[in-house]
Nanobody
């Protein structure tokens, strides 16, 4: 399974970015995908996750500002990020697990819940 993130960049406070996660190499469509982020000197943290059926989950820091959605026909999941703040500066990673539910077997918020990861894309928000 391969995941490739894109869409990161430099944006001013209050700006928007849309991250993309293109997946390939999986033989089943019953998978869920999450976005994580890692700021310098901090642990990787969960941002949002989407089930196979489209139901989504979000961390408190992401609610009302970030929106996760998928285009299954394109094997791509997106993270629309609005009203960005300097505290959102981090490398953003997408991750996949081949079960249909984000919370199946283990909560999506744990990095160990996912077996496949992308290489990450840098998001920098200037003040």
């Amino acid at each position: 399974v391969q995941l490739v993130e894109s869409g990161g960049g430099l944006v001013q406070t209050g700006g928007s970015l849309r991250l993309s996660c293109a997946t390939s190499g999986h033989t089943s469509d019953d998978y869920s995908i999450a976005w994580f982020r890692q700021a310098p000197g901090k642990e990787r943290e969960g941002v949002s996750c989407i089930n196979h059926d489209g139901k989504s989950f979000a961390a408190a820091t992401a609610k009302d500002r970030f929106f996760i959605y998928s285009a299954r026909s394109k094997n791509t999941v997106y993270l629309q990020m609005d009203n960005l703040r300097p505290g959102d500066t981090a490398v953003y990673y997408c991750a996949l697990k081949i079960v249909p539910g984000c919370n199946q077997y283990r909560s999506w918020y744990h990095t160990t819940s996912f077996g496949s990861w992308g290489q990450g894309t840098q998001v920098t928000v200037s003040s």
